[in-house]
């Protein structure tokens, strides 16, 4: 399956059924009176987030979404059938923006969660609304209310507890591979991945995480440069960031000040995040190598940096229980704060 996590898509609601002009028409009944029925309501388009999709690739192909009209009324007082509305499913994380992609319109941030976002036309009054003491015979009925319309576009950001983030070839995918049920692409070549993964993270039975692996940042990605900062977005909703550093590329310093430059440009809130450092691919440094390299990214970064290894498995199980403890509190913020 293609992944895809920004779309444009068109949206019609129905419009509303029209009111009719009618009158009783009955044997032995001389002045039966209107009895025009009004129009129907006109289908809605709603959005609703479902658990079991993580990609908007099906909007490629199908972009233009119109609700039905209402049904017209019609005589002895019958009201016009409501159209059915139209759902439209997006995976959880999906957010709807107006045609600027600035206005945020919704946020389907949890599962099940519906929003309706156009709302169809009311139905037009039939002529037996308008019957009354002096207007007994009334000849007038009303069109039904059109319904709305507007371009839209669809934003998908990846619900997970952890963030990776680092150069290519940083290791995370290999990282990923380790640490979950994952199979991202693996590769001696920069840029493997492009397209976010997510892995299910398990400590023990009642402890798990999701961790996401975006595509590597270069210097200049919010310029555009490389494969450019948007895939940042599958991370903001993260409650900590891991960040990977290649100990075996040699200057350990600049390659964190890079990536902290450029979550800085992207903003969203990024460096503010809870960050955990570690120094990757232990196994291809030497001892003398590890500690100058390490205490110089300690320095740089202002905390202990943690010392793992993807291929021989060295100090990941500690690194976990720190992303653990992390998702554990801010899953306790969330827990505490009020519901609106």
């Not at 037996?128 to 934003?155: C, Q, V, Y």
């Not at 940083?170 to 591979?177: E, R």
């Not at 990605?221 to 960040?243: N, S, Y």
Request: some cysteine.
């Amino acid at each position: 399956m293609k992944f895809l996590d920004q779309a444009k898509i068109y949206c019609r609601s129905g419009d509303g059924g029209n009111g009719v002009i009618a009158f009783r028409r009955e044997r032995f009944i001389e002045f039966g009176g209107p009895d025009g029925g009004d129009g129907g309501r006109g289908g809605n388009i709603e959005f609703v987030a479902v658990a079991n999709l993580n990609t908007l690739i099906d909007f490629r192909y199908t972009q233009h979404f119109r609700a039905p009209k209402g049904g017209n009324g019609a005589g002895a007082n019958k009201t016009g059938a409501a159209a059915k509305d139209v759902v439209i499913q997006v995976p959880v994380g999906t957010q709807i923006l107006d045609d600027d992609q600035e206005t945020l319109l919704a946020d389907l941030d949890t599962p099940g969660k519906r929003v309706v976002l156009l709302r169809g036309g009311d139905g037009g009054h039939g002529n037996a609304h308008f019957k009354s003491s002096t207007n007994r015979a009334p000849r007038r009925a009303d069109p039904g209310w059109p319904g709305e319309e507007r371009w839209i576009w669809l934003r998908l950001k990846l619900i997970a507890d952890a963030g990776l983030v680092g150069l290519p070839n940083a290791g995370k995918s290999t990282f990923l591979s380790v640490v979950s049920a994952a199979h991202p692409k693996i590769a001696d070549y920069p840029f493997t991945t492009l397209h976010p993964q997510l892995g299910v993270v398990r400590i023990s039975d009642t402890q798990e995480f999701v961790l996401a692996d975006i595509p590597g940042l270069i210097e200049g990605a919010h310029e555009g440069a490389g494969l450019g900062d948007r895939f940042l977005g599958h991370v903001e909703r993260c409650a900590v960031l891991l960040h990977l550093v290649d100990g075996a590329a040699g200057n350990v310093t600049e390659a964190y000040r890079t990536i902290r430059h450029e979550l800085t440009s992207y903003g969203a809130g990024l460096t503010e995040k809870p960050e955990i450092v570690a120094l990757n691919k232990a196994d291809a440094m030497t001892a003398r190598e590890l500690s100058a390299r390490r205490a110089a990214l300690a320095r740089a970064c202002g905390h202990p940096v943690f010392v793992v290894s993807g291929v021989s498995g060295q100090g990941v199980p500690e690194v976990l229980r720190a992303i653990q403890a992390e998702v554990d509190r801010a899953r306790a913020d969330r827990a505490r704060a009020p519901s609106v």
